[in-house]
T-cell receptor, first 115, second 111 residues
Framework: EAGVVQSPRYKIIEKKQPVAFWCNPI?????LYWYLQNLGQGPELLIR????????DSQLPKDRFSAERLKGVDSTLKIQPAELGDSAVYLC?????????????FGPGTRLTVL | GQQLNQSPQSMFIQEGEDVSMNCTSS?????WLWYKQDPGEGPVLLIA?????ELTSNGRLTAQFGITRKDSFLNISASIPSDVGIYFC???????????FGTGTRLTIIP
């Protein structure tokens, strides 16, 4: 069974440019999470989706960050415009969702470097 | 955002040694989880704890859910080279899918 797929694995951009990350969760997983992991720290939740609905986006900086999961399967996280402080690893995770095993399975992440 | 306190921040041990690390929080959690993260990869779940005082093992790994619900401990016995990596604790409260992660403990094995 394929795990959580993320692309790209690495991205280098100049500040003020837009960037987008893509995530395909494990098949059948209704819940999808985007986490931010700064160097030397643990992941921090940005947004959680139950199917296509964003049920927790309280930690998402909405002035420059946006996310979508239009068909309740794969998801895109966007930053526009990127700032130097956005350099980090962006992790996607998925779980079965309500009523199922809530173990979160993580993808390998996208490492963003903003110059 | 909130990060749980993990100790020690890093460990340098020899192969075969036992390892102990802990995680503390200022607030109560109903579930404690321990993850391992290898370079360039996402965290992988090692052990989940659901009850205060619970002691759970997974091979050479043993974790405990603290009685106060504000701490958890992870022990690794007879370390091997593949144990190298960063270990994260995470806490979760009932009714909330959100995981609050610790700051991590980096384990290095000295040849």
């Amino acid at each position: 069974e394929a795990g959580v797929v993320q692309s790209p694995r690495y991205k280098i951009i100049e500040k003020k440019q837009p960037v987008a990350f893509w995530c395909n969760p494990i098949s059948g997983h209704n819940t999808l999470y985007w986490y931010l992991q700064n160097l030397g720290q643990g992941p921090e939740l940005l947004i959680r989706y139950e199917n296509e609905e964003a049920v927790d986006d309280s930690q998402l900086p909405k002035d420059r960050f946006s996310a979508e999961r239009l068909k309740g399967v794969d998801s895109t996280l966007k930053i526009q415009p990127a700032e130097l402080g956005d350099s980090a690893v962006y992790l996607c995770a998925s779980s079965l969702g309500a009523g199922g095993n809530n173990e979160q399975f993580f993808g390998p992440g996208t490492r963003l470097t903003v110059l | 955002g909130q990060q749980l306190n993990q100790s020690p921040q890093s460990m340098f041990i020899q192969e075969g040694e036992d390892v102990s690390m802990n995680c503390t929080s200022s607030s109560i959690f109903n579930t404690w989880l321990w993850y391992k993260q290898d370079p360039g990869e996402g965290p992988v779940l090692l052990i989940a704890l659901y009850k205060a005082g619970e002691l759970t093992s997974n091979g050479r790994l043993t974790a405990q859910f603290g009685i106060t619900r504000k701490d958890s401990f992870l022990n690794i016995s007879a370390s091997i080279p593949s144990d190298v990596g960063i270990y994260f604790c995470a806490g979760q409260v009932f009714g909330n899918e959100k995981l609050t992660f610790g700051t991590g403990t980096r384990l290095t094995i000295i040849p």
